[in-house]
């Protein structure tokens, strides 16, 4: 049976490229990476993107890795 998908509410890193773009991972997501021309075009994508992965997993019939990361800023 699977899982239903719970509300995406992750920690994400988002820099800026030296190209110019917006570059956006998921920590808790390995390898769930995007970017976008402009923040909002690179948090919409990876938003998608971690629908797909959290979906694959689900249809793979793996765990959904928590999120326990926290954002400290020094």
């Known amino acids: 049976m699977l899982q239903t998908p719970p509300k995406i509410n992750r920690t994400i890193l988002l820099s800026l490229g030296e190209d110019g773009y917006y570059v956006v991972e998921v920590p808790s997501l390995p390898g769930c990476i995007s970017q976008g021309k402009t923040r ?27 999120d326990r990361y926290e954002v400290i800023k020094i």
């Open 40 to 66: 909002e075009e690179a948090i919409s994508n990876i938003q998608e993107a971690m629908e797909l992965y959290i979906e694959s997993l689900i249809q793979d019939g793996e765990l959904i890795p928590e």
